[in-house]
């Protein structure tokens, strides 16, 4: 019914920069929260950053002033700039979003994934 599909992971030396994107289809009609969350080994999913359909943002502190969440409302997808990449960034990133559907009301979506490895 609603389908995530992210890109943009990778390998990056630290310091360096990458962008994910994850893009939202199916019987959508609206998207209240969009966000990236993120899972390292042993540890609990965490939020990175998440954006309203109005753009009001929240970051999780340690990624302030390095990252920038960001969505076009009109192709239903969310981006995360990550700049000044550290090697404690690494880890599987998650799109995640509220969604409202025509079918089922409002619910959570999660994406597939993409592994972003920093390297020191």
């Known amino acids: 019914q609603v389908h995530l599909v992210e890109s943009g992971g990778g390998l990056v030396q630290a310091g360096g920069s990458l962008r994910l994107s994850c893009s939202a289809s199916?019987?959508?009609?609206?998207?209240?929260?969009m966000g990236w969350y993120r899972q390292a080994p042993g540890k609990q999913r965490e939020l990175v950053a998440e954006i309203t359909s109005s753009g009001t943002t929240t970051y999780r502190d340690s990624v302030k002033g390095r990252f920038t969440i960001s969505r076009d409302n009109a192709k239903n997808t969310v981006y995360l700039q990550m700049n000044s990449l550290k090697p404690e960034d690494t880890a599987v990133y998650y799109c995640?979003?509220?969604?409202?559907?025509?079918?089922?009301?409002?619910?959570?979506?999660w994406g597939q994934g993409t592994q972003v490895t920093v390297s020191s």
């Open positions: 199916g019987t959508i009609f609206s998207i209240p929260v």
């Open positions: 995640k979003i509220r969604a409202r559907t025509i079918v089922s009301g409002t619910d959570y979506y």
